[in-house]
């Protein structure tokens, strides 16, 4: 049979761009979700094998929603990552492109889009309201079915094609070098023909209490093995205020004598560590072919 990937969809959202090029070298049966939380549950009550989702911008930082779905609603592994390029268009409706650039009423998207392009958007369109979206190209299906709207979607160029709008600027990022880090969960991913940059190993880290330095500590741990840490991330265990999970990403495999010595040191003295997964990273090849 063959595997099923959940993404944040629909179709022309950057996760799909992603998803299809994690999935390139097999046959799989793509299923666009309206939310990264959806995405999750379907491959936690295991109706997909996999799931691809975002964690990370450049510019934006942690995607918080994955984090804390991944620590509190769901068990399901990191299996990979991608590094994939992200380059805003601002997509209108064709009917409306000979308006003048005062008449843009809304714009709709992403949150994350939205916060990338701010002091675009400030200075180019300050009369616009804005309209969060569950993503890029549910922003652009909106703006697509509304004709007689002056509305812009942010999202993909891949967007523009599927759902017939007129790119009106494109690379539209406050800063540029702009990626996004998705992960793929679920079932391990079957060998592609590149082979990973690298590998890394995602621990979620709960501090023993009342231990003064403890953090430091944990630190410590890797340093003095050499083991390169490659992000560290707090997020609220929501268990009371000040109350944290450390989101700790290694680069190394998980069954390396290091790593796991440094897991045991660090439970030795009273943390909790969960690995959330142990995954090959790959960085994005071209977003031009995507036919899936
Ligand atoms: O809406 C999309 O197109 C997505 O894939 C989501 C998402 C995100 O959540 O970060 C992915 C990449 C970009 O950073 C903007 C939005």
């Not at 939205?114 to 299906?141: D, G, I, K, W």
């Not at 070098?177 to 940059?197: D, K, Q, S």
């Not at 190394?252 to 003295?269: C, N, Q, S, T, W």
Request: aromatic share 8%; net charge negative; proline share 7%.
């Amino acid at each position: 049979m063959k595997p099923t990937v959940g993404y944040l969809g629909p179709e022309g959202t950057f996760t799909h761009e992603a998803a299809c090029q994690m999935f390139s070298d097999q046959a799989v049966h793509m299923m666009p979700y309206p939310t990264i939380p959806d995405v999750l549950s379907a491959v936690d009550r295991g109706e997909c094998t996999h799931g691809v989702i975002p964690v990370e911008n450049a510019i934006e930082g942690a995607v918080n929603l994955t984090l804390d779905w991944l620590i509190h609603q769901v068990d399901v592994p990191i299996v990979g990552e991608l590094v994939h390029p992200i380059t805003q268009c601002l997509l209108v409706h064709p009917a409306q492109i000979d308006g003048p650039k005062e008449a843009w009423s809304r714009i709709i998207s992403h949150p994350q889009a939205v916060a990338q392009c701010q002091l675009h958007l400030r200075h180019h369109y300050p009369q616009a309201q804005v309209e969060f979206a569950n993503s890029t190209a549910e922003a652009a299906e909106k703006v697509s079915r509304h004709p007689d709207e002056a509305w812009i979607a942010i999202g993909t160029r891949q967007a523009a094609k599927r759902y017939g709008l007129h790119i009106l600027a494109a690379d539209v990022q406050d800063f540029q070098n702009n990626y996004t880090r998705f992960i793929a969960v679920g079932a391990p991913l079957p060998e592609r023909r590149i082979p990973p940059g690298q590998w890394k190993t995602s621990l979620c880290v709960t501090l023993a209490s009342d231990f003064p330095g403890a953090l430091h500590q944990v630190l410590a741990t890797f340093a003095w093995r050499k083991i390169n840490l490659t992000k560290i991330e707090s997020r609220p265990t929501k268990t009371g205020l000040g109350n944290y999970y450390f989101i700790i990403d290694a680069e190394m495999e998980r069954e390396h004598v290091l790593l796991k010595g440094a897991i045991a040191e660090i439970e030795a003295f009273g943390c909790q560590v969960r690995v959330l997964g142990s995954y090959p990273c790959y960085r994005s090849q071209s977003v031009q072919s995507l036919s899936r």
